[in-house]
């Protein structure tokens, strides 16, 4: 599917530590999760920012985030550092996720079949077709 990516910048260009100021390529999934991911990412970055940087290891060019996707119809976010913290704003975001449209972001519910992608009525009946 081809979409605006270029929205998921808006999260990285308000995570600097999160991301390193890095592009977007690193998100795979689509624009109907934008809002709890941004959730997710404007509280961990906060949490970070009451850290102190030597803890995460600051120097290193390396972003904390190495990749954001979707697998079996939920959020799987995968981190280079992570604390409890961060474990459970993320956990907190997946749950949020598995009932949540990836395209459009209105309610949805994982597909039982074939691709399994978590979609709205309206978005499994396109794809069904
Ligand atoms: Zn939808």
Redesign the pocket.
């Known amino acids: 599917m081809i979409e605006d990516r270029s929205k998921f910048d808006e999260i990285v260009k308000a995570c600097p530590i999160l991301f390193g100021g890095k592009d977007s390529y690193y998100c795979e999934c689509c624009l ?1 999760w934008f809002k709890p991911l941004k959730t997710l990412f404007v509280a961990m970055e906060a949490h970070l920012k009451t850290l102190d940087p030597e803890v995460y290891d600051s120097d290193s060019d390396r972003r904390l985030v190495a990749q954001v996707k979707e697998k079996y119809g939920g959020l799987r976010c995968y981190m280079n550092w992570e604390d409890e913290t961060m474990e459970q704003l993320i956990n907190k975001a997946e749950e949020e996720c598995i009932k949540t ?6 309610p ?1 519910k994982p597909g039982d079949r074939g691709w399994i992608q978590t ?6 009946k396109k794809k069904t077709k």
């Not at 449209?101 to 209105?106: R, T």
């Not at 979609?119 to 499994?124: A, E, G, N, P, R």
């Open positions: 109907g449209c990836e395209i459009c972001g209105e949805g979609l709205c009525d309206k978005h499994t």
